[in-house]
């Protein structure tokens, strides 16, 4: 157990629709990352938050967004689902000072159907 | 632009043989590099990672990697590996110029066969 932790963990919805996904970084962390990985793409960096403030951002595409709440948990939403947004979706955290480490949550499978 | 290849998507071995999965990265600027595992049904978690140094990495669960910088490679080995390796391998890097951004390759899944 990594100590972050992803909700749901499964989610299945259709196409067009928005869904959000949470996540808490372990106690002490101040950085989130987001992660999409599928087959045919891999494990692809989406965004990361930093205390609240963006701080990097990859292969996100303009229907997604996300942010990071004072108490540091972060959502990522998703909007107008194509079914190619199925995949595995994954946050980590790193502490303040080893920002090179990140553990990994256990992931949201979502399905767009 | 850099990028991270993971030349093996699968690597069959047997119960205590050993195992080298292969990394090979490109950048034109100084790199961390990383290996992670990923079990079934589980998260990404740290086996090992060279930030500076001693070019041999020893990880967790006597896995060990070793940086060639003239290669461009940092490929992982373990001596015996067990039937409870069997998982997805990925290599990674982060570049280090602005913040940090990790670049993932493809993965490697390891099967031990009994």
């Known amino acids: 157990d990594s100590g972050v932790t992803q909700t749901p963990k499964h989610l299945i919805t259709a196409t067009g629709q928005r869904v959000t996904l949470r996540c808490s970084p372990r106690?002490?962390?101040?950085?989130v990352y987001w992660y999409q990985q599928s087959l045919d793409q891999g494990l692809q960096f989406l965004i990361q938050y930093y205390n609240g403030e963006e701080r990097a951002k990859g292969n996100i595409l303009e229907r997604f967004s996300a942010q990071q709440f004072p108490d540091l948990h972060s959502e990522l939403n998703l909007s107008s689902l194509e079914l190619g947004d199925s995949a595995l979706y994954f946050c980590?955290?790193?502490?303040?000072?080893?920002?090179?480490?990140?553990?990994f949550g256990p992931g949201t499978r979502l399905t767009v159907l | 632009a850099q990028s991270v290849t993971q030349l093996d998507s699968q690597v069959p071995v047997f119960e205590e043989a050993p195992v080298e999965l292969r990394c090979n990265y490109s950048?034109?600027?100084?790199?961390?590099l990383f290996w992670y595992v990923q079990y079934p049904n589980q998260g990404l978690q740290l086996l090992l990672k060279y930030l500076s140094g001693s070019t041999l990495v020893k990880g967790i669960n006597g896995f060990e990697a070793e940086f060639n910088k003239s290669q461009t490679s940092f490929h992982l080995r373990k001596p015996s590996v067990h039937i409870s390796d069997t998982a997805e391998y990925f290599c990674a890097v982060i570049v280090t110029s602005g913040t940090y951004k990790y670049i993932f390759g493809t993965g490697t899944r390891l099967k031990v066969l009994a």
């Open positions: 950048s034109s600027v100084s790199v961390y």
């Open positions: 106690s002490g962390d101040l950085s």
């Open positions: 980590a955290s790193s502490p303040p000072l080893s920002t090179d480490t990140q553990y």
